[in-house]
Protein backbone atom coordinates (compact mmCIF):
# COMPACT_ATOMS: atom_id res chain seq x y z
CA UNK A 1 0.00 0.00 0.00
CA UNK A 2 2.82 2.19 0.93
CA UNK A 3 5.50 3.36 3.13
CA UNK A 4 5.21 5.94 6.21
CA UNK A 5 6.82 7.26 8.83
CA UNK A 6 5.46 8.90 12.00
CA UNK A 7 7.84 10.83 14.75
CA UNK A 8 6.79 10.94 18.28
CA UNK A 9 9.00 11.81 21.54
CA UNK A 10 11.81 10.69 23.10
CA UNK A 11 12.90 10.18 26.83
CA UNK A 12 15.98 8.77 27.89
CA UNK A 13 15.94 6.94 31.40
CA UNK A 14 18.98 6.52 33.17
CA UNK A 15 21.49 3.63 31.97
CA UNK A 16 21.80 2.05 28.81
CA UNK A 17 17.69 2.11 27.81
CA UNK A 18 16.34 4.61 26.44
CA UNK A 19 12.53 4.90 26.81
CA UNK A 20 10.03 6.80 24.60
CA UNK A 21 6.51 6.78 22.72
CA UNK A 22 6.97 5.85 19.40
CA UNK A 23 3.54 6.23 18.18
CA UNK A 24 0.05 7.44 19.55
CA UNK A 25 -3.23 7.79 18.03
CA UNK A 26 -2.34 11.55 17.32
CA UNK A 27 -2.97 12.94 13.79
CA UNK A 28 0.60 14.42 12.49
CA UNK A 29 1.86 17.20 10.42
CA UNK A 30 0.83 15.57 7.36
CA UNK A 31 -2.75 14.72 8.58
CA UNK A 32 -2.16 11.17 8.66
CA UNK A 33 -2.91 8.94 12.34
CA UNK A 34 -2.24 5.31 13.74
CA UNK A 35 -5.47 3.87 14.31
CA UNK A 36 -5.80 1.15 17.43
CA UNK A 37 -4.91 -2.01 15.47
CA UNK A 38 -1.95 -0.69 14.20
CA UNK A 39 -0.79 0.65 17.46
CA UNK A 40 -1.23 -2.88 18.47
CA UNK A 41 0.39 -4.33 15.51
CA UNK A 42 3.29 -2.00 16.46
CA UNK A 43 3.52 -3.65 19.90
CA UNK A 44 3.57 -7.38 18.72
CA UNK A 45 5.58 -6.83 16.11
CA UNK A 46 8.21 -5.26 18.20
CA UNK A 47 7.81 -8.00 21.38
CA UNK A 48 8.27 -10.63 18.53
CA UNK A 49 10.61 -9.95 16.79
CA UNK A 50 12.31 -6.59 17.86
CA UNK A 51 13.31 -3.75 15.66
CA UNK A 52 16.23 -1.98 15.38
CA UNK A 53 16.97 1.68 16.17
CA UNK A 54 18.40 4.20 13.59
CA UNK A 55 19.59 7.68 13.39
CA UNK A 56 17.16 9.89 10.80
CA UNK A 57 15.77 6.71 9.01
CA UNK A 58 19.16 6.17 7.65
CA UNK A 59 19.47 2.41 7.61
CA UNK A 60 23.26 1.74 6.90
CA UNK A 61 24.54 -0.58 9.70
CA UNK A 62 27.08 2.30 10.87
CA UNK A 63 23.98 4.40 11.41
CA UNK A 64 22.17 1.94 14.06
CA UNK A 65 22.07 3.54 17.95
CA UNK A 66 20.47 0.30 19.72
CA UNK A 67 17.55 -2.30 19.51
CA UNK A 68 14.06 -1.89 20.18
CA UNK A 69 13.19 -5.35 21.92
CA UNK A 70 10.22 -4.33 23.74
CA UNK A 71 6.99 -2.13 23.65
CA UNK A 72 3.62 -1.87 25.88
CA UNK A 73 0.45 -0.36 24.57
CA UNK A 74 -0.86 2.15 27.48
CA UNK A 75 -4.68 2.71 28.55
CA UNK A 76 -4.14 6.10 26.34
CA UNK A 77 -3.22 4.46 23.41
CA UNK A 78 0.62 5.13 23.54
CA UNK A 79 3.26 2.52 21.96
CA UNK A 80 5.90 3.03 24.71
CA UNK A 81 9.29 1.53 23.57
CA UNK A 82 12.48 0.56 25.48
CA UNK A 83 15.79 0.05 23.61
CA UNK A 84 18.86 -1.32 24.35
CA UNK A 85 21.34 1.13 23.33
CA UNK A 86 24.96 0.55 21.49
CA UNK A 87 27.79 1.03 23.95
CA UNK A 88 28.65 5.20 23.51
CA UNK A 89 32.09 4.68 23.88
CA UNK A 90 32.66 2.79 20.83
CA UNK A 91 29.95 4.38 19.13
CA UNK A 92 29.93 8.07 18.91
CA UNK A 93 26.76 8.44 17.53
CA UNK A 94 25.23 7.39 20.80
CA UNK A 95 27.51 9.53 22.99
CA UNK A 96 26.26 12.45 20.76
CA UNK A 97 22.88 11.77 21.24
CA UNK A 98 22.74 10.72 25.34
CA UNK A 99 24.55 14.62 25.24
CA UNK A 100 22.16 16.62 23.48
CA UNK A 101 19.65 14.77 25.67
CA UNK A 102 21.17 15.47 28.81
CA UNK A 103 21.71 18.82 27.93
CA UNK A 104 17.76 19.10 27.48
CA UNK A 105 17.99 19.10 23.60
CA UNK A 106 14.70 17.68 22.09
CA UNK A 107 14.52 14.97 20.08
CA UNK A 108 12.18 12.32 18.71
CA UNK A 109 10.83 9.02 17.47
CA UNK A 110 9.99 8.21 14.21
CA UNK A 111 8.70 4.55 12.74
CA UNK A 112 9.21 3.12 9.85
CA UNK A 113 7.64 0.58 7.75
CA UNK A 114 4.82 -0.41 5.19
CA UNK A 115 1.39 0.23 5.22
CA UNK A 116 -0.74 -2.96 5.21
CA UNK A 117 -4.17 -1.44 5.57
CA UNK A 118 -5.80 1.99 5.31
CA UNK A 119 -9.03 4.04 5.31
CA UNK A 120 -10.53 7.56 6.00
CA UNK A 121 -11.99 9.51 8.09
CA UNK A 122 -13.23 13.02 9.01
CA UNK A 123 -11.52 15.18 11.31
CA UNK A 124 -13.62 17.26 13.00
CA UNK A 125 -10.93 19.71 14.29
CA UNK A 126 -8.99 19.86 10.99
CA UNK A 127 -12.49 20.33 8.61
CA UNK A 128 -11.14 17.98 6.81
CA UNK A 129 -10.57 14.43 5.66
CA UNK A 130 -7.23 12.10 6.72
CA UNK A 131 -6.17 9.08 6.47
CA UNK A 132 -5.86 6.11 8.88
CA UNK A 133 -3.12 3.75 8.72
CA UNK A 134 -5.09 0.64 10.25
CA UNK A 135 -2.32 -1.97 9.93
CA UNK A 136 1.26 -1.78 9.17
CA UNK A 137 4.34 -4.21 9.14
CA UNK A 138 7.43 -2.24 11.49
CA UNK A 139 10.88 -2.37 10.13
CA UNK A 140 12.65 0.01 12.28
CA UNK A 141 12.50 2.87 14.93
CA UNK A 142 14.34 6.23 14.34
CA UNK A 143 15.86 8.82 16.70
CA UNK A 144 14.78 12.47 14.73
CA UNK A 145 15.30 15.82 15.43
CA UNK A 146 11.78 17.11 14.44
CA UNK A 147 8.62 14.48 15.16
CA UNK A 148 5.45 14.89 12.87
CA UNK A 149 3.57 14.85 15.43
CA UNK A 150 3.82 18.47 16.70
CA UNK A 151 2.59 18.22 20.25
CA UNK A 152 4.66 15.37 21.40
CA UNK A 153 8.20 17.03 23.07
CA UNK A 154 8.94 16.56 25.88
CA UNK A 155 11.68 18.55 28.89
CA UNK A 156 14.01 15.53 28.74
CA UNK A 157 16.37 17.48 30.95
CA UNK A 158 13.39 17.50 33.71
CA UNK A 159 12.90 13.57 32.32
CA UNK A 160 16.58 12.28 33.32
CA UNK A 161 17.03 14.43 36.40
CA UNK A 162 13.47 12.88 37.87
CA UNK A 163 14.52 9.71 37.06
CA UNK A 164 18.32 10.27 38.62
CA UNK A 165 16.83 11.73 41.46
CA UNK A 166 14.62 8.07 42.57
CA UNK A 167 18.31 6.58 42.48
CA UNK A 168 20.49 6.08 45.05
CA UNK A 169 23.91 5.68 43.29
CA UNK A 170 23.99 8.16 40.92
CA UNK A 171 27.33 8.25 38.79
CA UNK A 172 26.51 10.27 35.99
CA UNK A 173 25.72 14.42 35.86
CA UNK A 174 21.85 15.14 35.00
CA UNK A 175 22.72 18.21 32.93
CA UNK A 176 25.48 17.30 30.44
CA UNK A 177 25.88 13.13 31.08
CA UNK A 178 29.23 13.19 32.52
CA UNK A 179 30.54 11.36 35.09
CA UNK A 180 30.55 12.87 38.77
CA UNK A 181 33.23 13.67 40.66
CA UNK A 182 32.22 12.95 44.89
CA UNK A 183 28.80 14.05 43.57
CA UNK A 184 29.67 17.18 41.35
CA UNK A 185 30.18 17.75 38.15
CA UNK A 186 33.28 19.35 36.42
CA UNK A 187 31.85 20.40 33.50
CA UNK A 188 28.24 22.28 34.35
CA UNK A 189 29.13 22.29 38.13
CA UNK A 190 26.20 20.45 39.06
CA UNK A 191 26.03 19.14 42.93
CA UNK A 192 24.27 16.58 43.68
Known sequence: MGNF????PLEKSYGDELIGVASTLSVDRDDERMSENAL???????K??????????????????GAVKDAELTEDNQVII??????PQTNPK????LNKLARGIKLGLSV??????????YNKELGKRIKVIDGVKLYEISVV????????????QQAIAKSMKKSLNISKCPNCYHELNFGECDICLYKQ
Request: contains cysteine; negative net charge; hydrophobic residues 35%.
Open 40 to 46: HEMVQEI
Open 48 to 65: KKGVNLFGNHEHNWENTL
Open 94 to 97: VDMM
Open 82 to 87: KANLDN
Open 145 to 156: GIPSNADSFLNI
Open 112 to 121: GGTVTKLKYE
Open 5 to 8: QFCI
